[in-house]
């Protein structure tokens, strides 16, 4: 494949540089928002070691050594350096947990992920494939019957908040009808069929929220690709029904590849509410754990995470795109 048909070497280097630069924005700001919270952890534990200490003077003792500990005192310019030096390493150390002390943020959050990349993964295998065969679906039978009714109704699935579908889906598979567990990502060991039953609710609820837009986003391709010459010519040849549907999947498939890469920073805020609507133990989780406990470290790195994996899958998308599509070319941009 040549590339020079599909972009210049100024395109590649100039969404690289760009990536680069919302890359820096993000760490300098990823530092600053947990900070600019009212409060902080020494004052959070300070609080509770007073009250289970009824006002004793060790308790502000405990204060000044967990500022000390954790470089609380220091000037926020110092913090910063501190910082910059610990997210350029590899792997990026974020320092120790404010509340799980000893244990290192990096390592609470990328214990987490697995949960959430398994959440990820087959909530999107699952709704891009049904996307795919009911946008296909509906282009062939448009302004019939059953385009009419499900246009409409994933319209209003597509208003509907994620962790409001979380809840009403706990009150009746969980409370009510008592056949799927609410809550957590196994029981009591993280065996196969423990971790599915778990998975099974929090999935549904992202597949029922990402669902309409795939299949909304398949259904106007394949209408294009039915409205174009080449469909025209292949009916006109009599080509078999089974036949051209798969063809008309394949011309239709790639707007919803890109459309996937792009909603991917939606995903993981959807993915995150569901996760702290269901108590899953992901990143969602640890991240409304970490704002309660002021722990700045856990959040620097589950936020760090998140934009780096957003940043580099739109990165990827605008790249692969033109590869994938013989139809996209940016030779003539400059």
Excluded: C
């Excluded at 600019?36 to 959070?44: H, I, K, V």
């Excluded at 909603?263 to 989780?285: A, D, M, Q, R």
């Amino acid at each position: 494949m040549n590339l020079s048909n599909k972009y210049t070497k100024k395109y590649p280097i100039r969404r690289i540089t760009n990536a680069i630069i919302v890359f820096l924005v993000i760490v300098i700001l990823n530092f600053l928002l947990p900070r600019l919270m009212p409060g902080n952890f020494a004052l959070y534990y300070y609080s509770a070691l007073l009250q289970d200490s009824g006002g004793t003077i060790s308790a502000k003792e405990a204060y000044i050594q967990i500022e000390k500990l954790f470089n609380l005192n220091r000037p926020l310019y110092i913090q910063f350096l501190i910082y910059l030096h610990q997210v350029f390493s590899f792997p990026p150390n974020f320092g120790p947990s404010f509340e799980y002390y000893p244990i290192p943020a990096w390592d609470i959050v990328f214990s987490a992920l697995k949960w959430t990349l398994l959440l990820l993964g087959t909530s999107q295998l699952i709704a891009w494939t049904l996307g795919i065969f009911l946008g296909v679906y509906l282009a062939l039978n448009k302004d019939r019957i059953i385009d009419r009714i499900l246009q409409p109704a994933l319209i209003f699935m597509l208003s509907i908040p994620p962790f409001w579908l979380g809840i009403i889906m706990i009150i009746i598979f969980a409370i009510i009808l008592r056949v799927l567990p609410p809550t957590g990502a196994y029981g009591i060991y993280p065996t196969p069929i423990s971790v599915l039953k778990h998975l099974v609710l929090p999935m549904s609820v992202i597949v029922l929220a990402t669902l309409p837009s795939h299949t909304i986003v398949i259904r106007n391709s394949a209408l294009e690709v039915l409205s174009s010459d080449f469909a025209f010519a292949s009916i006109a040849q009599g080509l078999k029904r089974r036949t051209l549907i798969i063809k008309i999947i394949r011309n239709s498939i790639l707007p919803s590849l890109t459309q996937l890469f792009l909603s991917l920073g939606w995903l993981f805020g959807g993915i995150y509410t569901v996760e702290y609507t269901f108590s899953y133990p992901g990143v969602g989780t640890v991240i409304a754990n970490a704002v309660y406990a002021r722990d700045y470290p856990v959040l620097e790195a589950a936020l760090f995470i998140t934009a780096l994996a957003i940043i580099i899958s739109n990165l990827a998308a605008d790249l692969i795109y033109p590869l994938v599509d013989p139809r996209v070319s940016y030779v003539e941009e400059i």
